[in-house]
């Protein structure tokens, strides 16, 4: 007990509660004593077994009590995987103040209108140069490259030594709309000496470096040269490079940009409006404008690049779209990877948008679309600059952090200086030491499922999937219960299992087998045991209809005694 | 009318019934005068919008009063997306003869004894210099390359002239465990004029050539010379060269291999007995004498690198697997491609696989997998080598066969003469001309799902989709036809929605409502119009419960007069 609390008072906690097992959801706690300070506060989308969820965010449960303490709350930049959980968590923390990028905190702000019952946040603007105390801690910042300007790495120096943080970042020595990666202010931050790194590993599998954004532009700028029509660009509302390029592009070629989806149109307002976007005056023209000029003079940069029910792009294939529609000519780009698990919605877009006449370029032809995550050389140059004692890979799924913990090893940190954390998992480090307590910390998954947050479950979730695939077969049964018979005929009610018009038959069946087991298991007794008459039903019809349809539909029967 | 006749008398009629939207479903009709004759018959795995379907097959209805002129169906190779459906299908086609090469003929037999009550098949065995008479039609054979061995395109000469039909195919100059593709045998069947060229797409999108599978075993070497402990590799079952490949590099290394997998082991069998696998005796062990040897003298070849529920791999990291467990040191090759779908449960199966303590290889890191398909510039020396008039580009999705389209204009051949077709569409080939005609007949999916085979429509897999989004709320309703009140308490079956459990106070106001609903539109009248009632109720408690929660469950409302 008294090691417990020796160790709580004399080293610092880093407590991941999301973001070490999966691509995403990134929240990190570091708790010195009294002094909490959390790193982004994101969320993540759901898995392909967890149908109808809309996102998850983290378990914030640990901090329930321990809200007086939380002195800040610091978003290295504005992707939804870092800031998507505030609406939902900030209130539940007390509403600290938020310290972010003005691009960053654009982005917070203008979210958080969507939540109307969410409090209004006390967000703090910083400049890269800014150094704030946020209780023990000193916090610094340094500039990073990432798809998204503005986005900013973290240097925290604590009672036990100076910790780097990287945020999201790859080194882009030709950026557009933005400075490349400050390679000297690198090395100034190592010069005390880094007692921990945390760096990005969502990359951390591909070799080599990553691609320059201008090197996209390049390619984009081939396809601006050729298409003999209209240019029709899909790519995520967030990558706010991509639109830059996207703008220079459309100057140089004399060509008129119509951006519409209500993602991208705010993000691009509030880029704008900050001044991390530069264009023309004119150069943007509202959507509805775009067929008053000849098709070779326009570009409709949109959302939809994941093939998105009710984004532009899939209403323009759909015919739902008021202003534009498909023509012969179009030549349609997809700038952005593809989310694990949107692949075949992306190929039937795709092929619906070449029948409706358009020409596709997409990623797997050229390279115009480059993640925002360093790869293995610019992972290595990281840790090469930084020169950390110890080494916590961050952001990923395990593969990922092992991987980035070769690289480190690789570089000549020892493996026992390389911790590969755990959701939940409590790091302690000390002035000397760093290790993984056995304490853990609420970590599970927080489901937000419309307006319901955490009350969706594994047993919900359960019962989503065994209906998706072979549906349910609700059995409902009057009974008599003076004579323990049926009345009448059993109703059934079933969806998703077979087409019930054309199962007469089966239907017919079954009911016979219903009223045969009821009349077994519940005459002739004075108290009949329902739970087990309705077990029986459920075991034996279940059984029927899987040897008859080789199908297990959820079988639910409904006694009613009457 | 007579036009028609004429046409159909004197045309000959080209119809996929699968495999020109998709990738899959393989199966071309020709049709001339009286004689038919069907090349492969094959199944498509089920998109993301069809849960609980197993496979999707061709529609054969077209050929159901044509049965006696079927004079024969030619198989390319043994591959599902080529062979599935002709247990299903070759009872309805009246069992016409099949022709197959050995290794194809084999797996095709096999496969059927899984069908108990499909007919015993009328197989032909067929090599590659064999010429066959099938009504009409000259059938010739030609080698090709593709990851399966004993694969063929087909000549086929018409009374219209010679067609060429080239299955799945590319170049392989250096293959593995097959001799590579007899360029000098293309050249000479196009020395008499080539009419058409039926080629395939799958891989048009790629730049460049595809990669030799000599390749593939080169890097696979290399993780073979430095792993420290066993190998366990998971691919295709049906990747029966990368098997070869493996026990090539097995012997090398001085290391024996345990096959594991229903479907690897029936199929190395098949390829052993028939020649297509070579090994020394001794090579191949059983996987429970897998621990007899010392760890750095096993490979493990299994299948489920698609992360399949029931696969060898997944059974051995949810420690079900009898004899093998994950140890540290253990070197994990993912041999395979990610099938569009799958990707996130293989990430998450990579990451279990690291945390037990293997390293993982996979496909994104170096080339341990190549295609069966011939990329861009294989595509190209297909058209150039057989020089065709008329070129209709096949297997793969609408933007696939338009990209093919591309490349054989870019060799010369005029955009006349390229014929993007589409499922169940007519194409008419006659002595001089090619046209899709204005016919067009049943092509839809025809869906198999447990026992049933074409019972699962539209209105099924809505139901199921819904249900999986927001789950299903059943209310049972029993009511006093006297009164038109409701008795007692309204029942609540819901499943996929909320936790029941922790929604009391909601269901509470539910039955309330219902018990409302019910009292207005009822009682005071004489015959109550429950149709009505039933809506009434639906309408309302789905506003409700969306108002309450943002889901939209499926409400299914059930009165039972008493």
């Known amino acids: 007990m008294i090691k417990t609390t020796e160790e709580k008072m004399s080293n610092l906690r880093i407590i991941a509660l999301g973001g070490l097992e999966e691509v995403g959801r990134n929240m990190t706690v570091f708790e010195y004593k009294d002094d909490i300070i959390i790193v982004d506060m994101g969320l993540q989308f759901p898995e392909e077994d967890m149908p109808g969820i809309d996102y998850i965010i983290p378990n914030t449960a640990y901090l329930k009590d321990k809200k007086d303490r939380i ?72 500039h990073v490259n990432h798809n998204i300007p503005d986005g900013v790495g973290i240097v925290i120096d604590t009672p036990v030594g100076r910790l780097v943080h990287t945020g999201d970042f790859k080194f882009d020595h030709t950026p557009v709309g933005d400075k490349p990666i400050d390679i000297s202010r ?15 590993s969502t990359s951390a599998e591909k070799p080599g470096h990553s691609i320059s954004e201008k090197e996209i532009q390049d390619n984009l700028e081939i396809i601006f040269k050729e298409a003999p029509g209209r240019i029709i660009i899909a790519t995520f509302a967030s990558l706010i490079s991509r639109v830059q390029e996207v703008l220079n592009l459309a100057e140089k070629y004399d060509r008129k940009v119509a951006i519409d989806g209500y993602s991208m149109k705010t993000n691009v307002e509030i880029a704008k409006k900050l001044g ?54 179009d030549a ?15 190929q039937s877009l795709k092929d619906v948008l070449w029948r409706q006449g358009g020409r596709v370029y997409h990623y797997q032809m050229m390279d115009i679309h480059a993640g925002g995550h360093g790869q293995e050389e610019d992972l290595r140059a990281m840790l090469e600059l930084i020169k950390p004692k110890f080494f916590i890979p961050i952001h990923g799924s395990y593969y990922m952090l092992k991987l980035h913990g070769e690289i480190a090893e690789a570089v000549g940190i020892p493996s026992k200086n390389i911790i590969i954390g755990r959701n939940g998992k409590v790091i302690l480090l000390g002035q000397k030491s760093i290790k993984i307590s056995e304490e853990r910390v609420p970590n599970n998954y927080v489901m937000v499922d419309g307006l319901g947050v955490g009350d969706v479950g594994q047993v919900v979730l359960r019962d989503r999937q065994t209906m998706a695939q072979d549906g349910m077969f609700v059995i409902i049964a009057v009974i008599n219960s003076k004579t323990g018979r049926v009345y009448g005929e059993p109703d059934i009610i079933s969806r998703g299992f077979v087409y019930l018009r054309e199962s007469k ?18 005459t002739s007794e004075h108290t009949v045991n329902w739970v ?22 959820m079988v639910l029967p409904v006694i009613i005694e009457i």
């Not at 310290?99 to 958080?112: D, S, V």
């Not at 690198?186 to 990005?200: C, R």
């Not at 038959?505 to 519940?522: F, G, N, P, Y």
């Open 276 to 329: 991390y976007l530069k264009s023309q005056k004119g150069t943007i023209i509202r959507v509805n404008r775009a067929n008053d000029y000849p098709n070779k003079k326009i570009v409709i940069l949109c959302t939809g690049a994941q093939g998105e029910d009710n984004a532009v792009l899939m209403r323009i294939v759909n015919q739902e779209h008021r202003h534009i529609k498909i023509q012969k000519g």
């Open 186 to 200: 690198l090395k100034e931050i190592s010069q005390p000496g880094v007692k921990v790194l945390m760096s990005d």
């Open 332 to 346: 349609i780009i997809f700038s952005s990877s593809v989310v694990p698990g949107n692949e075949r919605t992306v």
């Open 71 to 142: 002195r800040g709350i610091i978003i290295t930049h504005g992707h939804y995987d870092h800031i998507g959980a505030i609406p939902h968590s900030m209130g539940r923390l007390g509403n600290p103040p938020i310290y972010a990028t003005p691009l960053t905190a654009g982005i917070i702000k203008k979210r958080q209108e969507d939540f109307p019952q969410a409090p209004r946040l006390n967000i703090h603007e910083i400049k890269e140069t800014d150094k704030i105390d946020l209780g023990c801690f000193k916090i610094e910042f340094f």
């Open 505 to 522: 038959d089966l239907l017919d069946q079954v009911r016979r087998k219903i009223k045969e087991i009821v009349s077994h298991t519940a």
């Open 532 to 553: 087990y008459v309705k077990e029986n039903i459920r075991d034996k019809i279940g059984q029927f209809l899987y040897t008859k349809t080789q199908r297990r539909p």
